[in-house]
Structures are given as structure tokens and as C-alpha cells.
């Protein structure tokens, strides 16, 4: 094979092995949680694991590749998430309030641990991008043989872009789990099985048999951009019950029937006495309502039936909004009096117009994260002060505020008491009664002014000091307090015990650098600061667009666009890097100081530019600061590994936001941006 058609070949496999891995992370980002429930509210134990896979990949690139290791490692994982759905994991002690609810098992063995899971996925997930990384490395190694690195590296971001876009369209299109295992193990047996026709029908085949157990253990589900989203029957509800990825999540009632309507369970007469319970506190009926978190459409049936003119009911899931037009027994989608709008409810309040009589925050618990680089949970931003700021804005002058909430731990109650505090100077009217889907409701406002009870501020001031609000920047309505509990120290210590032994023994280079000291610090903390940017800006991004699936999937799509941009840029023109970290440095402190509501409520075009001002400039100078420190590097395959198990760092640290807030973790990076400037690599000479 002549050198210009091997450099196109290896040019052309960087690009779909790169393809390969983001397809095969969001797939299983998605997948895995509706398998091992637990792991929805913990995406980044996936991501982390893709990281570190990759890494160790990249660190044994020097050695002969092994294409059986993928489809073996899938073998594994797969297998391991359908028997660990089979078992009903639950916390010892409270940490982080969590839904996990198995309706859906009958007796199912139980085990009081959900730790187990966690890191059993973690482990098997690494495995399975160990091959891929090692292939990747192999192929960007041999570009950088003939003066490409920076060549290598760009399609590296192309093909990850592609895989992002691709993934979004499959998002779009509601397609099965079946259909992204079929695509990303096609892809991958077609590219590690070429150059053998054996080798390419055997991982044919095990692709082909991997797919297939997919689709036989697929429940009859609908796969929404959030959610496996399935309906079951039950004794206990005369209408069906909607899972979310296993676990009970809404029942649409009959809210407004007759009260002696024949086969009506238990929990029907509750939620009938339940929902309507702010209505009939109010000395009028509602003229406008809004109804954010409206489901399959419980709250909008009930401000139909208690008066109502209008209703605007916004839900970020379209699947649910179909399937409550589809079983709700009271059908309030029909009603024209009824305006749906397919949209994140704290966007909604920013942008909105209308002035409302009454706004309801349904039963909002989302029951999965943001993202994968988040620990902000998908809901987090509708509990802030911002956000009830935002609807008592939107309130007419005799408009009141209606919250449903299920809550667990006291100090839930508490926090989001805490807030109508906050925001309409006195502690809001409560119902604390359970009644099926909820067992609190807090109203306030000038619809609810006559509830208003006398405050003793000897009472009220202590409460007030021992109580923090959730705000923008410290969204965590469900952690009890700014620290780390147990769980969350034990598992990041595992983890972190996890990606050293797994370094360790994937190099024996490596190995005898350690032993020397020569740890390449510089690459270590690059990775570890861009993931804490990374993370910071897809936070901001969801927060300013709407914590929607097509946001995330633009803020991921932009990202790499401005990675690849940069890359591009550091490939033509020489850019000192003393001058991107000074860049890199005032970009960093603007977006610290630059308050998170910012962007919110601006014209659009206003808000894209303050956008790729505050979020996308320290990612392009980022980018092109570890695109000139990476092209000095002679061994680009460890150079990677080493970045992109700095990338592992930066997920564990990304947990400190729990404590320090979200602004901080802009601190965070830049400090490791100064270690990356101070420390010099000790495997090889930094350019002069």
C-alpha cells in the first residue's frame, strides 16, 4: 500500500472510529438507565467510564490489537444490564433524594445497595471502549508519523460531531434502542473486521446477536428523547400507569368524573380530592392558567373542570404529551380551550407574554439528569428563585402560584417553602396531605393573600438561617446540604481507585514513568479543566435555550464545532500558548462574573451572541492551547490517554459544584489551567 493511500486510510478510520464511540456512548447513556434504573440519575458513571476506556485504549496503542475485546466487552455489559434489571437496588441511607420504584418487577430479590450497580456498569462500560480507543490511537499515531497530528486530532472531532448529529436524529425520530445498537455495532464490526473476512463475519454475527437480544428484551416501550416510556395495568388505578424507564411515574386519572362513578380505586377518590384543592381556595374562578410539568394532563383536566377559560399547559416530553391525549380518561388535550406547548417550563416563563391567573407547577420530578456531564438533575432549574421570580412575573394582579410536589425528606419541603418565601415576602399556605401522586401542595400570591397566617419571627428567623435556597447556581433542591455525603465519597473514591489501577496496568511504559515521577502533569490537568468547562457550559446552555433534548444535542454540536474550529486554526496559524491562556484566562473570569440569568429573557439573536461570547470563547482559546501543547508531543498516543484520564479527574470534580456552586467550577479550570502553565511535562521537553 503506497503512503499517501495509508495516510488516507488511517485519515478515514480516525474519522469513523470516532463516529463509533460518541454513537455507542449516547446509546448507552440512554439505554443503560432504562435497564439499571439507578443509573439515570447518574449518567456520568457512563460517560467517566468512556473516558477512561478510551484512555487505557490509548495507552496500550503500542500494542497489537485485539478486535475481539469490543464485541466480548458488549457481550458482557449487555448481558450484566439485563440481569441487574431483573434486581430491585435501594439506598441505605438517604444522600440524594431518589425515585426508585419497581412496580414493574413482580418479588423481585432486593439488595440495599445501589452502589453495586453503579460500579459494576462502570467497570464493563470501560471495557467496552478500551478497543476502540486503542484503535484510535493506533491510527492517529500513524499520522502523526508522517507530521499530521493536528490532522488526526480534527477528525477525531469530526467524527465525534457526526456521531452527536447522528444520534440527534435518531433522538428525533423516537427510534428504538434496537435501531442504535444495530447502527454503531454495524459500523464498528465493519471497521475492526476489515482486511479478514473471518474476522468481519464473527463480529458480524456477534453484532447481529447482540442486536437481537436487544430487541427480544426491549418491553413494549416508546423511547422519547428522555425517556423509555411504557404504560402498565394495576389493581390499584383504573386508568393504565406510566413508567419511566421501569419506574412509576404518572398516573392519568380521572380527575374530573363523577366522584360515584363506578370501578374507581382508592387512588383515584384521593387525587379527585386532591387536585382540585387550590381551586377551591381561591375567591374566584381562574380566568388564564398555566400548568408547567402538565404530563399526560391530571392538572389541565382539573383546572378544566374548576372553571377555567383557558389553559396553557407546557411539557418538555412529547411522548408523554401523546400519550396522555391518547389514555387520559378525561381527554383534556381535546378541549379547545387547551393550548399544548412541547417546551422546558423554565424557558417558557422567560419568554412568555401572557399574564395568568393561576400557574401550577405539576408533579414536575423529572427522574434523570441534564446530561451526562451534569449533576443537575433535568428539573433542577424549575425549583430555583429565578425560576418563581420568572412565574410571579407572569402572574396577573390577582394571580396566585399553585406548587404539587411529592415529597420524601423534610428538608425538601422545606427548601421549596424556603423559596415562596423568598420570592412573596412570607411562608406559603401548605396542604401537607397525601393524596396518591403528591403529598404537598404550597400556594401563594395575591390569589392565596387570605390565607395568610400570622409569622412568629422567632419561629420563622431561625428556620429561615437553617434553610438555603436553591438558585441558579446552586440548583440541588434534592441534596440536603452543601457537602458530600458518604455515598457520593465512597463512589468517587472507587472510582477514582478503579481508573488507577486500570492506568496502571494498561501500560508498563506507564508503569515506569510513575515510578519516576514522569507523569505527564500538563495533559492530566488540560483534560481535567476542558470537562469542567465542558460541563459548565452545557449547564448554561439548558439553563439559557431550555433544558431540552434538541438544546443539549445543539450545546454538544457546538461544542465540538468549536473545538474542530480551533483545532483547525492551531493547524495554520502558530498560536503561542502564553497567548491563548491569557485569553483563555479573561474569557474565564467573564464568564464567572457574568450572572447566569444573563441570557435569559433576551431576543434571540442578542442571546446566541452573548452566548458564543461568554461560553464559546474560553472553549476556543482552550482548544487551541491544547492543540499546540498536543502537537509538541512526540508520543501522541499517551499524550491522549493521559488527557483524556484527565477528563475522569475532571468528572469527579465536577461533583464539587454540589458544594461550591456551579460559577465556581469556572475557578476550578482555570486553576488547572495555571497547574498546565507551571508544570512542565516530565515525559518529554516542552517546545522552546
Known amino acids: 500500500m503506497s503512503e499517501a493511500r495509508a495516510v488516507r486510510r488511517a485519515a478515514v478510520e480516525v474519522f469513523l472510529v470516532s463516529f463509533v464511540v460518541l454513537f455507542q456512548e449516547l446509546a448507552l447513556i440512554r439505554w443503560l438507565p432504562s435497564q439499571v434504573r439507578v443509573l439515570a440519575y447518574f ?23 485485539a478486535p475481539w475485546l469490543w464485541p466480548g466487552a458488549m457481550v458482557l455489559l ?25 412496580l414493574d418487577l413482580d418479588d423481585p430479590p432486593v439488595v440495599n445497595d445501589t452502589r453495586l450497580p453503579i460500579l459494576a456498569v462502570f467497570v464493563l462500560c470501560l471495557l467496552a471502549f478500551v478497543p476502540l480507543g486503542q484503535f484510535l490511537a493506533q491510527r492517529i499515531a500513524a499520522l502523526t508519523a508522517v507530521g499530521k497530528t493536528l490532522t488526526g486530532y480534527s477528525l477525531d472531532l469530526a467524527g465525534s460531531l457526526a456521531g452527536v448529529v447522528g444520534f440527534a436524529v435518531f433522538s428525533y425520530l423516537w427510534t428504538p434502542p434496537v435501531a442504535w445498537f444495530a447502527v454503531f455495532l454495524g459500523a464498528g464490526a465493519w471497521l475492526l473486521g476489515r482486511g479478514s473476512v473471518r474476522r468481519l463475519a464473527a463480529l ?23 425517556y423509555e416510556i411504557s404504560t402498565m395495568r394495576s389493581e390499584r388505578g383504573s386508568a393504565p400507569f406510566v413508567l419511566t424507564n421501569g419506574s412509576l411515574h404518572q398516573y392519568p386519572a380521572p380527575v374530573a368524573g363523577p366522584k360515584d362513578a363506578p370501578g374507581l380505586t382508592q387512588a383515584d377518590r384521593l387525587m379527585q380530592k386532591g387536585y382540585p384543592l387550590p381551586y377551591k381556595q381561591l375567591r374566584r374562578p381562574p380566568g388564564r392558567v398555566l400548568v408547567l410539568g402538565a404530563g399526560t394532563g391530571n392538572d389541565v383536566a382539573t383546572a378544566l373542570a374548576n372553571g377555567a377559560e383557558s389553559v396553557d399547559a407546557v411539557e418538555i416530553d412529547p411522548a408523554i404529551v401523546a400519550l396522555g391525549r391518547e389514555i387520559h380518561p378525561n381527554r383534556p388535550y381535546d378541549d379547545p380551550r387547551v393550548r399544548v406547548f412541547v417546551d422546558d417550563a423554565r424557558s417558557y416563563l422567560e419568554k412568555t407574554p401572557t399574564r395568568y391567573d393561576l400557574v401550577v407547577f405539576g408533579t414536575l420530578d423529572s427522574m434523570t439528569r441534564l446530561s451526562a456531564l451534569s449533576s443537575v438533575r433535568l428539573d433542577n432549574f424549575v425549583y430555583t428563585r429565578e425560576c418563581l421570580e420568572a412565574a410571579r412575573s407572569v402572574l396577573s394582579e ?67 438561617a437553617a434553610t438555603e435556597p436553591c438558585t441558579d447556581d446552586w440548583p440541588f433542591l434534592y441534596l440536603e446540604g452543601r457537602r458530600f455525603t458518604p455515598f457520593y465519597l465512597q463512589m468517587i473514591a472507587a472510582i477514582a481507585t478503579i481508573a488507577l489501577v486500570a492506568v496502571l496496568a494498561s501500560s508498563r511504559e506507564l508503569r515506569a514513568d510513575a515510578r519516576r515521577g514522569r507523569i505527564d502533569l500538563e495533559m492530566l490537568a488540560l483534560g481535567a479543566a476542558f470537562l469542567l468547562l465542558e460541563t459548565k457550559s452545557v449547564t448554561e446552555m439548558n439553563l439559557a435555550w431550555g433544558a431540552t433534548w434538541l438544546t443539549s444535542a445543539v450545546v454538544f454540536g457546538s461544542i465540538l464545532s468549536m473545538l474542530l474550529l480551533a483545532t483547525r486554526v492551531a493547524d495554520r496559524w502558530s498560536v503561542p500558548p502564553r497567548v491563548s491562556l491569557v485569553l483563555l484566562a479573561v474569557t474565564l473570569l467573564v464568564s464567572y462574573v457574568a450572572p447566569l440569568h444573563a441570557l435569559l429573557g433576551r431576543a434571540w439573536p442578542v442571546k446566541l451572541a452573548l452566548s458564543v461570547l461568554v461560553i464559546g470563547a474560553p472553549i476556543f482559546f482552550a482548544s487551541t492551547l491544547f492543540a499546540a501543547r498536543f502537537k509538541a508531543r512526540v508520543r501522541t498516543d499517551v499524550a491522549l490517554g493521559w488527557n483524556l484520564l484527565g477528563a475522569v479527574l475532571g468528572g469527579l470534580l465536577e461533583f464539587s459544584s454540589m458544594i461550591v456552586g456551579i460559577r465556581a467550577l469556572c475557578l476550578i479550570a482555570l486553576g488547572l489551567y495555571l497547574v498546565s502553565a507551571l508544570v512542565r511535562s516530565r515525559i518529554e521537553p516542552a517546545p522552546a
Not at 487505557?56 to 503500542?62: D, I, Q, S, T
Not at 458480524?204 to 428522555?226: E, H, I, K
Not at 406559603?428 to 387570605?450: K, Q, R
Request: some cysteine; glycine content about 8%; hydrophobic content about 45%.
Open 398 to 464: 390577582r394571580g396566585g402560584v399553585a406548587m404539587y410536589f411529592s415529597v420524601g425528606p423534610r428538608y425538601i419541603a422545606d427548601r421549596l417553602s424556603r423559596l415562596h418565601h423568598d420570592v412573596f415576602g412570607r411562608i406559603p399556605a401548605s396542604i401537607p396531605e397525601y393524596y396518591s401522586m403528591f403529598n404537598l401542595i404550597l400556594l401563594s400570591g395575591p390569589a392565596f393573600e387570605h390565607l395568610r397566617r400570622t409569622e412568629d419571627p422567632a419561629v420563622v428567623e431561625p428556620w429561615l
Open 43 to 65: 449518567p456520568n458513571v457512563v460517560l467517566m467510564s468512556a473516558f477512561l476506556g478510551l484512555g487505557v485504549g490509548c495507552l496500550r496503542a503500542r500494542r497489537p490489537l
Open 204 to 226: 458480524g454475527a456477534v453484532g447481529l446477536g447482540l442486536t437481537a437480544v436487544v430487541l427480544a428484551t426491549s418491553r413494549d416501550a416508546t423511547f422519547s428523547p428522555y
Open 78 to 102: 449487555v448481558g450484566a444490564a439485563l440481569a441487574l434489571s431483573r434486581v430491585a437496588f435501594t439506598q441505605e441511607s438517604a444522600s440524594e433524594h431518589l425515585w426508585l420504584l419497581y
